[in-house]
C-alpha cells in the first residue's frame, strides 16, 4: 500500500516535471504566457474571458496561507487541490494547475509540493 502511494506520487512529480519540461518553447516566453500553455496542456476547459495568470497567482495565495498555519505542508497541498476540484476540474488537472502555479508563480513552495 506504501510502495503503490510512493509510486504515485513519484509518477505525479514525473509528469508535472515533464510537464513543465515539454511547455517550455525554445524561444523566451513570459510566465504568464507559459502558464496559460500549461493550463491549455493540461486540458482545463476555462471562459474566454478567464484571466488565468491571476488564477495561478491565487493558488499561489492559497498555497501560501495555508503553508504558513502548519508546519505539516500536506494538509495545504490537500487543501489547494480540494479548493481546484471544488471549482470543477478532476483531481489530475487540480495537482497539474497546482504544479504549474508553484512551478511559475510561486518556486519558493516547490519543496512541499513534491512529497
Known sequence: MISDRRAVAAAMVAAGFSLFVAAAPAHADTPDERFTQAVNTLGIQVAPDTDLPAVGK????????????????????????????????????????????????CPQYARFIGR
Open 58 to 105: 491565487q493558488v499561489c495565495g492559497m498555497f501560501a496561507s495555508q503553508v504558513v498555519t502548519s508546519v505539516n505542508p500536506v494538509p495545504a497541498v490537500r487543501g489547494v487541490v480540494t479548493t481546484l476540484q471544488d471549482s470543477g476540474i478532476n483531481r489530475d488537472q487540480a495537482v497539474g494547475l497546482m504544479r504549474a502555479s508553484v512551478g511559475i508563480y
